[in-house]
Each structure stands twice: as structure tokens, then as C-alpha cells.
């Protein structure tokens, strides 16, 4: 705690931050999983999740404002260890699984798309190499790490540029949620795209001022990013044409051409490995903090050695696509609901135990 | 410590993956479908790559067989070469008149499944067979693929926006408003050359446009933006061929909204042109002639456009995309509802054009 508490993230990098942690594998379907769940014009469902998800935000922002500034690990330290112990590590469980599944996601998207007879083995290794290096060292200096990354993949947001040619208002049609739709279902997969932003629980204590808003700005930045790939996806593909993509965003990159290269999608595929590395970081780094937190004894490297090794053999249990997008559903179902749910956790926690207070002032 | 665990690991990550000497690959750069006679293997599939024969010389080699599906025929191609194929580069794919009108849409999906093919390859189509095309030998030119890559690349910058490739294929066929259209590619006297377009209805080839008509088809697609124009008119005294080099400064499609469906479109563009050749004796540079020239021209443009619409709704197909304009006036429901081709054939589909000369070139 001690460690932690030495240096403070700057806002910047705390939007940052949350950016990284939030855009991960679902980018690259993402705009089908739009349109299967709310049909024509479904971007613009895209602006509610993206609300909901700020509401979420506030909350955690209120959990951090009521206890005066103390962290998560703070405010549960009234309670006995035994008592959290399965919340934490049902929590740390789920939040593992989720890091490692979304990279073995992107492996096995990169190995059907571009590698097709490297194994799946050396692109984990390679992933969970850099991983290690960046989780042995504290939220700091990760986060500072995330500043080159956001700087080393921003720039891919401007190849949407080079689609505006082929994009047509025309095509988009007046039909606001019209076609075979799925509200709830495909709202929640969708939802699951902006996950991440949950882990600033445990971190919100440490920014060094406005965290409400950079929090909010961290979310708004992947919002505004989804959101303008998801408008120029609408555009660009017609409907019926976006529901069979599998994967619109990774088509939308290849259909880039520069003059000399070709098939620069392998390169900028590639890259977006990096936002997927920093979300795998972040969700192993909440686990680390848990499980330290229930086991104060256990050394910080061992720690991180042991999730790794428990993250590198679970993540060649499942041996297809399907039954990655299969785990990836029941843990996402669980991490949104603990996104929800630990922070009013907290906040009664923390107005219960004033009340109690008072109570015992009083008498 | 961590440093040196880092840098075997580094080495040991590195060049495990699958080692590909291109000296060893079959670079499939255009591939060609037919219908075979053959009813067992129905599909006959054309596939040619560029090789280097052991003296040094580029060449190219092309292997044809007969399959079931396209794979599956790609398969048998893997049995007649030496070479490794793959089909990273391919940016042609042809398709023979008689397959094309039976539906691309099988061949389409083999080719947008597979993950190594771009959607950026371009398709065309072979006013015969596609195998010909691609087995022609023509006399110092290399690579036919790159032959007709650069030519449909040079079609599309000439104001023929034929430019159609898989991306663009399947967003028109999967769009309900608008139908695509593909270039046509003939064998004549040892050369390959450019021979209309052809019109679809779905996926299913329905006509093919002679060049000179498909002039006027381009001229009311909204891509275009400039192009030349070239017409026999009458002036005054006698016939006299003009051309001119237009710029398209407006167009667009209006539908105006009924209660039911819409029974009217109408089609609006602005021509602005300058006179480039003109064999008549008049004086062009004056402005009385401009006015009749103009006049006679959006006259022709008109009646052509009139009497080509019509052709198209006969046929039912729709690449202007009319359609998409009928889609925008209706509610969802009543959309879903209607019979797309019926209503675009009932329709009564108008052609605005206004001529503008801008000057008579360098010339009085």
C-alpha cells in the first residue's frame, strides 16, 4: 500500500488508462455485434452503452468521494479477512479469465487470419512475456507504459480516413433500429466491449486530481473511437452485408491500399495486439492486487509468476474460436455484474459503518 | 537475470513460424471460373502465377482444371505444379459469361471466406470464357493478370467507375436498393480488350451493355465525376461529330414521397463541358450555336438516358440504385413489404440533364 501510494497517476494518464484497459478484442466484430442488437442505425445505440457505462463510472467516482479518498482495500478492511476471501477471489477469478481469454481471443484471430501454421503456442508466450514485464512492475510505472502504447496506436484511427470515399449517407437508410434486432442480449455483448473501466475502483484513489473526469474522458475517448468506427462501418458495408462480416473491423483495415504496400493489415492487426496486451495487464494486475490483498505474505513477484503460470495452462483449455467466445460470455456476464454490483457494495458498506459510527458516538 | 531470460526467449520466439521461399511459390495473381461440360466436375477453374524458368526469364504459367467447387478444384490445381500455390496475391478474378449467368454469389463466398484473399481483388467478367482470357498469350506482354488489373485500374480512372471488386460486389448485391455491375473483357486479335458492361440482376448476370450504351449508364451513376462525351449532332446545316470533356457539377436522384409507394424518380445532372473537337462549320465559340449545341445535347443525353432507363427496368435490374432513394421515402414496414423489382419496373423514371458549355477550347 505504502509502495503504491508514492507517486500519483496524472489524469491524462489515468483517461489513458482506462482507454487502453477498455478497447480490447471486441473492437474487430463490434460493429456486426451493433447491428445484429439494434439493427439499422445501430450506432447510435452505441451512445446509450456508452451512457450507462458513465453512470457506472459516477458511482465508482461516489464510492471514492463518500469514503473521503480511501481505496477499495480500505474501506473492506473492516471487514475480516475470512469474510472477503471468496469475494476476492471469486472476483480475481473472474477478472483473470477475462485478461487471459481476450488474448487467446486475439491469438487464435490472428493465427486464423494471417498465421495460419505458426501454433498458437509462440504468440501466448510472446504475450505473456511482455505481460510479466510489465505487471512486475507497480500501477505507476504501467501506466506510464500506457502513455507510448496510446501514442504507438492512436494513429490507427486515422486510417478510417481512407474509407470515406467508399462511404455513402445513402447507404446508412432512415431506419433507426429497424431489421431483426436484439436489444438485450446484444446490448449486454455490446456492453461487454466497454468493459474494463470497472478495475478504476482500484485504482481512482491514486489520481491526482478530477478523477470524475478522467475517468469520464477515458471512457469517452473509447466511446468516441467505437463510435466512429461503428458510423463509418454503417456506411460503408450495407446492412445485410455488415451482419455477415465476421470481423468488419479487421476487412475495413484491409481494404486500406498504399501505394507501394500491400495487405498492410497484417502490420496494423498487429498493432492493435498492444491494446489487447494492455487490457490483459490491467485485469491480471486487479487479480495480483486481490490476491495480495488476501495474502499479504505472499512475495510480489511470486505472486505474478503463479497467475501466470495458473493464466499461460488455462488459456490451451479451450481449442477454438467457440469456445473462447463461449468462456468469454459467462465471465463477461459476471464482470459486468460486478462492475455494477462492487461498487454499491462499497457504498453501503461505507454509509452503513458511518451510521454505525454515529450511533456509537451518539451513545 | 530477467535480461537474459528475455533475450533466449526473444530467439527462441523468433522464425518458429513457417519459412515461405518465394523462389518455391506459386503466386496466383488471377484466377478464372467457367462452366465445364463435364457434369461431374462442373466448374472449371483457371489459375495463373508468374514463374522463373531455370534460364532466368519471367514467364508465366497457367494450369486449368475441372472441380466440383472452387476449392476443391484448387486442390487438384496442387497436384499439376511443383510450386507451393498461394493465393495471397491475387487481384483478378474472372468469371466466364455462362457461370456468371447461373450466380457468382457461391464463387464469391469461397473467395471473401478465405482469409489470405483481399476484398480488394478486383472481378470482371469474360464475354466468353474466362480460361481464354487468362490462356491468351499475348505477344510481349507479360502477365495477363497485371494486364487486366492496370486495365481495370486505368477504366476506373477514365471515368468508367467500373472498379468493382469483392468488397464492392457483395455491399451492392447485399444492399436492397441498387444491383451491381461488372466490366466485360473480350479475346480479339491476340489483345484483351474492354467490351461493355454487364448488367445484374442479384447475382445473376442479365445482360451485357455495349460500351456505347454503357457510356450513358455511367453518366447517371453518382460516382462519376467527369468524363468525355462523344455525339453526332445536327446544328444547322449538316451532321458534325462533337466531344466534349465534361465535368459533372450536380447530380442527383429525387423520389418524390406518395402515401403508397412511389410511382416517379426522377434523375438530375449538371453537365459542364468543353468542346475539344468539332467537325462542323459553325462557329462554337459563339454563344447563339453554344445555346443550340446545348440545347441539342441535353435533348440526346434525355432521350438516351430515357430509352436506357427503360431497357434497365425491363430487365429489372437497378444499378443506379433508384431503389435506394424508394427505401428513403418509405417506412420500414411498407419497404419490407414491397416487391422491389415490380415497383422499379411500374416506375415512371425521369432524366433531367442540363448541358453547360464552359468554353471552346484554345480555339475560335
Known amino acids: 500500500m505504502i509502495m503504491q501510494m508514492k507517486e500519483k497517476l496524472s489524469p491524462f494518464q489515468a483517461s489513458i488508462l482506462i482507454y487502453l484497459i477498455q478497447s480490447g478484442v471486441t473492437l474487430f466484430s463490434l460493429p456486426r455485434l451493433v447491428a445484429e442488437a439494434f439493427g439499422t442505425n445501430g450506432w447510435i445505440g452505441l451512445i446509450i452503452i456508452s451512457f450507462i457505462v458513465n453512470i457506472n463510472l459516477v458511482l465508482i467516482w461516489f464510492v471514492f468521494k463518500v469514503s473521503k479518498g480511501k481505496s477499495m482495500f480500505e474501506i473492506i478492511s473492516i471487514f475480516p479477512k475470512w469474510i472477503t476471501l471468496p469475494f476476492s477471489l471469486f472476483i480475481a477469478v473472474v477478472w483473470m479469465l477475462l485478461g487471459i481469454m481476450v488474448m487467446v481471443k486475439f491469438s487464435m484471430i490472428l493465427k486464423v487470419l494471417f498465421y495460419n501454421n505458426v501454433s498458437l503456442i509462440y504468440f501466448l508466450s510472446m504475450g505473456y512475456i511482455l505481460t510479466y514485464l510489465l505487471l512486475k512492475k507497480d500501477l505507476y510505472q504501467i501506466a506510464k507504459s500506457t502513455v507510448v502504447l496510446f501514442y504507438f496506436t492512436i494513429w490507427t484511427v486515422f486510417l478510417l480516413a481512407f474509407h470515406l470515399p467508399e462511404f455513402s449517407f445513402t447507404r446508412l ?62 456506411g460503408f458495408f450495407s446492412f445485410e452485408q455488415l451482419l455477415r462480416e465476421m470481423y468488419p473491423v479487421v476487412t475495413l483495415l484491409g481494404y486500406i491500399s498504399f501505394p507501394i504496400l500491400e495487405r498492410v493489415e497484417n502490420f496494423t492487426f498487429s498493432v492493435f495486439g498492444l491494446k489487447v496486451l494492455m487490457t490483459t495487464v490491467m485485469y491480471l494486475w486487479g487479480t495480483k492486487e486481490l490476491i495480495q490483498y488476501q495474502f499479504k505474505r505472499i512475495k510480489s513477484n511470486f505472486l505474478v509468476m503463479g497467475i501466470l503460470i495458473v493464466g499461460f495452462s488455462v488459456s490451451f483449455i479451450p481449442k477454438v474460436i467457440k469456445d473462447v467466445d463461449q468462456w468469454l460470455t459467462y465471465i463477461t456476464y459476471s464482470a459486468t455484474s460486478i462492475a455494477f454490483l462492487l461498487p454499491i457494495f462499497l457504498l453501503l458498506t461505507i454509509l452503513s459503518s458511518k451510521i454505525l459510527n454515529r450511533k456509537a458516538a451518539n451513545e | 537475470m530477467n535480461k537474459f531470460i528475455l533475450i533466449i526467449f526473444i530467439f527462441l520466439v523468433t522464425g518458429c513460424a513457417e519459412q515461405r521461399i518465394i523462389d518455391d511459390l506459386a503466386l496466383i495473381n488471377a484466377v478464372g471460373y467457367d462452366l465445364s461440360d463435364n457434369e461431374k466436375n462442373p466448374l472449371k ?207 442527383h436522384i429525387e423520389v418524390p414521397s406518395t402515401p403508397n ?97 464552359n468554353s471552346s477550347g484554345k480555339w475560335k
Open chain 1, 173 to 234: 437508410t432512415p431506419f433507426i433500429f429497424k431489421g431483426e434486432t436484439d436489444m438485450w442480449k446484444g446490448g449486454l455483448s455490446i456492453f461487454t466491449a466497454l468493459l474494463g473501466y470497472e478495475l478504476s475502483i482500484l485504482f481512482v484513489h491514486m489520481i491526482e486530481r478530477k478523477p470524475l473526469r478522467s475517468l469520464l474522458v477515458g471512457n469517452s475517448i473509447t466511446s468516441v473511437i467505437y463510435l466512429g468506427v461503428t458510423f463509418v462501418s454503417f
Open chain 2, 45 to 251: 477453374l483457371t489459375v495463373t502465377f508468374p514463374i522463373v524458368t531455370k534460364d532466368g526469364k519471367y514467364d508465366r504459367k497457367t494450369i486449368m482444371v475441372e472441380g466440383k467447387t472452387s476449392k476443391e478444384a484448387r486442390e487438384q490445381v496442387r497436384f499439376k505444379t511443383n510450386y507451393k500455390l498461394e493465393s495471397g496475391q491475387v487481384r483478378v478474378s474472372l468469371f466466364g459469361q455462362e457461370l456468371a449467368r447461373e450466380g457468382l454469389l457461391p464463387n464469391l463466398h469461397s473467395l471473401v471466406r478465405d482469409p489470405s484473399i483481399g476484398t480488394r481483388v478486383k472481378l470482371a467478367l469474360a464475354e466468353d470464357e474466362a480460361s481464354d482470357v487468362l490462356l491468351l498469350q499475348i505477344k510481349n506482354e507479360g502477365q495477363n493478370a497485371t494486364y487486366l488489373e492496370q486495365f481495370l485500374t486505368k477504366l476506373n480512372r477514365e471515368n468508367f467507375r467500373t472498379n468493382y471488386n469483392i468488397y464492392q460486389f457483395l455491399r451492392d448485391y447485399y444492399d436492397e436498393g441498387i444491383d451491381p455491375i461488372l466490366p466485360v473483357f473480350k479475346v480479339e486479335k491476340n489483345n484483351i480488350a474492354y467490351n461493355g458492361i454487364g448488367l445484374f440482376h442479384e447475382d445473376k448476370l442479365i445482360e451485357i451493355l455495349k460500351p456505347s450504351e454503357a457510356v450513358y449508364l455511367f453518366l447517371f451513376r453518382e460516382e462519376m465525376r467527369q468524363g468525355v462525351f462523344v455525339e453526332q449532332i445536327d446544328v444547322g446545316e449538316e451532321e458534325a461529330s462533337i466531344m466534349l470533356n465534361y465535368e459533372i457539377k450536380n447530380h
Open chain 2, 261 to 357: 409507394k412511389p410511382k416517379e424518380a426522377s434523375i438530375y445532372i449538371e453537365l459542364i463541358g468543353d468542346v475539344v473537337e468539332y467537325t462542323g462549320k459553325e462557329d462554337v465559340s459563339d454563344s447563339k450555336i453554344q445555346r443550340k449545341i446545348e440545347t441539342i445535347i441535353t435533348k440526346k443525353i434525355n432521350h438516351e438516358g430515357k430509352k436506357l432507363i427503360g431497357k434497365l427496368q425491363e430487365l429489372q435490374v437497378d444499378p443506379l440504385g433508384i431503389n435506394r432513394y424508394v427505401r428513403n421515402t418509405m417506412k420500414y414496414n411498407e419497404w419490407k413489404a414491397l416487391n422491389k423489382y415490380q415497383s422499379y419496373q411500374d416506375m415512371n423514371i425521369n432524366v433531367e440533364a442540363n448541358v453547360i458549355l
